[in-house]
């Protein structure tokens, strides 16, 4: 015989089944990385709700959440009828990521303007191709390579402008890929070998210019040494003319002291014998060669 369940405890369980779900269906929790706003009936009620424990109304009420966090969103267009068209007429496809977040000053506008937050990445979505499109008629082909920087700075500057009404900051947007046909592809890397074949003609005659110029500055080394060694040489020739001239000087000086005191010493016998003849005088010539007769004063001329 089947045992049945009295339709008392069948009542209390749905009765307890219900006042949980009521129970868990009033209130929610927003993490740190989240903010919440409120929808009542299909009204939004009034402030964003910040990180914590919050209660609602089960059932006639829900809390819509939105992660603030950065996150990346990534538009690929491949080569073909919907690539962007460059200024010489090549069409090319990209790759663009986009690093963004939602404004958190902003979080309502999410619901009461666009209700759905994927409205925003579609948005997103169209404008950066536009903006891809938009940046690259403006240059040719080759400078998709040469110009990267440039034309990703122009590329961002045009996602930031097209998407500056929409609740959400943009940090950053990069090109990540750029692609083309394979017969341009094939272009490029022969003008890729041309390029690098001319750069390294370049660097050779750079090269052997700077070695000319040391061979240049050795020369200009050697003349200087052999300069200041000649310079050196000249002065110590001179040094030692002055020298000699000096000595030579000296010795003719020296000879034309002697040469005086000759002179004097001569003059002076000269004077000495005018002296003895004058003591000896008598009246009478003394003849410049005689002899006196010691002891007696008398002069003998002296005649052949």
């Known amino acids: 015989m089947e045992k049945k369940f009295p339709i008392k405890i069948i009542v209390i369980a749905l009765i307890a089944v219900a006042i949980l779900v009521t129970a868990l269906n009033s209130f929610t929790v927003i993490n740190p990385n989240e903010r919440g706003v409120q929808v009542v009936l299909g009204n939004v009620s009034d402030g964003v709700l910040e990180p914590g424990f919050h209660t609602k109304v089960p059932f006639i009420s829900t809390i819509r959440k939105f992660r603030v966090e950065p996150k990346t969103y990534e538009v690929t267009f491949p080569v073909g009828q919907d690539g962007a068209i460059t200024k010489d007429m090549q069409t090319v496809g990209a790759t663009v990521s986009v690093r963004w977040m939602y404004d958190t000053n902003r979080i309502m506008d999410i619901v009461t303007t666009y209700r759905d937050d994927r409205i925003i990445e579609l948005a997103m979505r169209d404008n950066v191709k536009a903006s891809v499109k938009e940046t690259t008629g403006k240059y040719s082909i080759y400078d998709l ?7 990703t700075n122009a590329v961002a500057a045009a996602v930031l402008e097209r998407m500056k009404a929409y609740p959400i900051q943009i940090s950053q947007t990069t090109i990540t890929n750029w692609d083309w046909s394979d017969d341009f592809d094939k272009q490029i890397k022969e003008t890729a070998n041309r390029t690098q074949q001319v750069k390294q003609a370049e660097q050779e005659a750079n090269i052997a210019e700077a070695r000319a110029q040391v061979k240049v500055r050795e020369a200009n080394a050697n003349l200087e040494a052999e300069r200041l060694n000649a310079e050196a040489i000249r002065v110590k020739a001179q040094g030692e003319a002055d020298a000699k001239k000096i000595e030579g000087e000296g010795i003719a000086a020296y000879n034309a002291e002697i040469a005086k005191n000759q002179q004097l010493e001569l003059r002076l016998k000269e004077l000495e014998i005018e002296l003895e003849r004058a003591k000896r005088w008598n009246g009478k010539e003394v003849p410049d060669a005689a ?14």
């Open 145 to 151: 390579v040469a110009e990267q920087n440039t034309i």
């Open 291 to 304: 002899y006196v007769v010691p002891g007696t004063g008398a002069v003998i001329p002296l005649t052949n």
